[in-house]
């Protein structure tokens, strides 16, 4: 058995963020309202940069993808909070822990080096204007994209490489309302140190 999972946990319970009715309306209220806002503004300027002919550009193609990351981070973890705020017993799965871990960690990577990407676009611009149309090809825009992706995917999956294999033989309960690593870490029934 050696290098199998001997995980005995099958879910994960978050205690989430609070237990009184009238807070969770609130926060029911303000999160429903902020992931809609998010989802549309971030559609809208992906819209805009596609249809639009004159923001075919490298910023506004870089501002495009940082707008479709966006889209996936606010659904990663945002309707399974808003479901659960008035549901007494709030579980995930193990798998669905590690899911939800796995495209945190792809996105939050993806978006470090579009943000990088953004800034060396902004540089290129204000110190080398004469040479902008050059360095930031439409070639370059896609490489920055892929790299994106493949930095992002290797960050997650590097990490999850380390962590599906840990037992998990104790207590399930998350003091959050969604997977993270370092929450995650602390319920191996191992050393983890």
């Excluded at 037992?167 to 602390?186: E, H, K, M, R, T």
Aim: charged letters at 10%.
């Amino acid at each position: 058995m050696e290098g199998a999972n001997h995980s005995v946990v099958s879910e994960f319970v978050f205690l989430g963020l609070t237990n009184s009715w009238g807070i969770q309306l609130l926060l029911f209220v303000f999160s429903s309202m902020f992931y809609v806002a998010s989802m549309m503004g971030n559609s809208l300027i992906m819209f805009t940069v596609a249809s639009e002919s004159h923001l075919h550009s490298p910023m506004y193609f870089l501002l495009a993808n940082l707008s479709f990351i966006d889209l996936g981070f606010s659904s990663v973890i945002s309707p399974k909070m808003i479901y659960d705020l008035f549901r007494k017993h709030k579980v995930i799965s193990f798998r669905g822990c590690i899911t939800q871990i796995f495209f945190i960690h792809v996105i939050g990577g993806v978006e470090m080096v579009l943000l990088i990407a953004m800034a060396f676009d902004r540089y290129v611009a204000i110190c080398k204007p004469l040479h902008y149309l050059t360095i930031m090809s439409p070639r370059m825009c896609i490489f920055f994209s892929v790299a994106a992706w493949v930095v992002g995917l290797m960050h997650s999956v590097v990490q999850l490489i380390f962590v599906v294999k840990l037992p998990f033989c104790g207590p399930n309960v998350l003091d959050s309302f969604y997977c993270d690593l370092p929450w995650f870490i602390q319920l191996a029934c191992t050393d983890t140190y």
